[in-house]
DNA sequence: AGTCGAGGGAATGTATATGATTTTCGTCAC
DNA sequence: GTGACGAAAATCATATACATTCCCTCGACT
């Protein structure tokens, strides 16, 4: 047993998520309570909960008297949630950037070193996960602790049903980095937080941008370009 | 029976809020799943579902083995709550603003002059609502659904556990209405995205500020005022 | 080919047992 | 008499097994 202290239906969530994350279940994936259930040795009710506190989450969707099965993250979706998540962390990143201490800085700073490093045997899961560790290294001290719920909520679903955007645009790390390295000296110098605001959403527009015309070189934000640019 | 076509869990769960909404629960309430689930003649694991739901939406809190109650809004948390949602919101509305037709400028025009005429006999929770209205019709056409549900999830929590704003800063209304005039015009001129959302997020800060210096004169929400004013 | 109906599979809901937490109450010390 | 400690009981959440209901599939019949 994983942990007795646990309860069942906490235990079936961790399991349920945990296969998620290592895509064991892939998007589209059926989940079955009874099955499930009978694999954890437990009866459905627990696992039922499981699924719709995960349903909760849009990790998984549900259909009354059908079933469970993994969210799908078809492009609009994930489009939407990346600008969600522009929004709110330049938001919290503004906000956190008076709370800073040195050494906050001095880790992040530490961690772009390291992905300065890596772009030569270039691993987008690796790096992306260096790239999440910075940007929560800078937004997580907002003293508005709802928007960095927001972020991290938003971020890691993504994070589990999708592939790092650096697999679909490698070329894009190494003006990332920059840029960070950018957002750094602007937080430093204690400079207007609407100005640390506006570096980061570019910073992370700009990301999602270069996805966009890699992948979809037709298809905008809903916007004219021109519009995008400024949001 | 309130309709047989739902299942017993949704109308568990419509009945609870329901009674969270007309203030029958107030916050902090005992939820204890046998009395709901005999009150509506039925098991308990639709109510415990239901519950879990709504903690999910943060609408009520929950304790292993002890259970839910209504969830308390402390000031922090309405804070919070209230800058993110117009972090959001004036982003998602700055991002409508190209999608809104000539009608629905109109009808948003004619929302907030029926609160104009409201200003004579103010009632807080009529004004709150037509609010709630008037902004709504502006951010809901925002072709990233996913910042429309975010800021829907945040208000409306806030309108079931809470007083409006007003209640607390009647003041305010008369400076409100007239920002609303203000931000359609922007809206009408086609002004620029980033133009409009600090239209808009500065209203909603207004708001936000004009009560915390009502209610609580020595504080702020965690930095600097001259800062506050930037975002 | 299209519709109706039977059957299987899976979710939803009930009744009941189990287990944790809180409260109550009685006893003992001060 | 008052306060505190501990045990027992009541309360309520948690989990199980079983029953029911619903949806989908597949095959027969028109």
């Known amino acids: ?15 349920i998520k ?13 989940l079955v309570l009874g099955t499930i259930a009978k694999e954890l040795d ?22 009354r008297n059908v079933g469970a099965r993994v969210a799908m993250v078809d492009d609009s979706d994930y ?20 709370s800073l201490t040195v050494d906050d800085i001095r880790q992040a700073r530490s961690v772009n070193e390291v992905m300065v490093r890596s772009l030569d045997r270039f691993e ?3 790096f992306s996960a260096l790239n999440q560790e910075f940007h929560h290294l800078l937004y997580s001290r907002c003293p508005n602790h709802r928007l960095v719920q927001i972020v991290d ?14 697999t679909f645009v490698p070329g894009r790390a190494a003006e990332s980095v920059k840029e960070h390295e950018e957002i750094l000296v ?5 400079a207007r937080l609407e100005d640390i605001e ?21 298809e905008t934000l809903g916007l004219p370009i021109e519009d995008e640019a400024r949001l």
């Open 186 to 190: 602007l937080i430093e110098r204690g």
């Open 153 to 166: 909520a938003e971020w890691g679903r993504m994070s589990h049903l999708r592939d790092s955007i650096f």
């Open 18 to 30: 945990a296969r998620i994350a290592t895509q064991e279940f892939t998007p589209g994936y059926r």
């Open 124 to 126: 987008p899961r690796t």
């Open 1 to 15: 047993m994983t942990d007795a202290s646990l309860s069942k239906s906490q235990r079936a969530y961790d399991w």
């Open 198 to 218: 506006a570096a980061v959403r570019r910073h992370r527009t700009g990301t999602l941008a270069a996805y966009l015309v890699h992948e979809h070189p037709d």
């Open 42 to 63: 437990m009866s459905v009710v627990p696992v039922r909960e499981a699924v719709r506190q995960l349903e909760a989450e849009r990790v998984v969707t549900f259909e």
């Open 79 to 98: 489009r939407a949630t990346m600008q969600a998540v522009s929004i709110v962390e330049s938001a919290a990143t503004a906000l956190a950037s008076r």
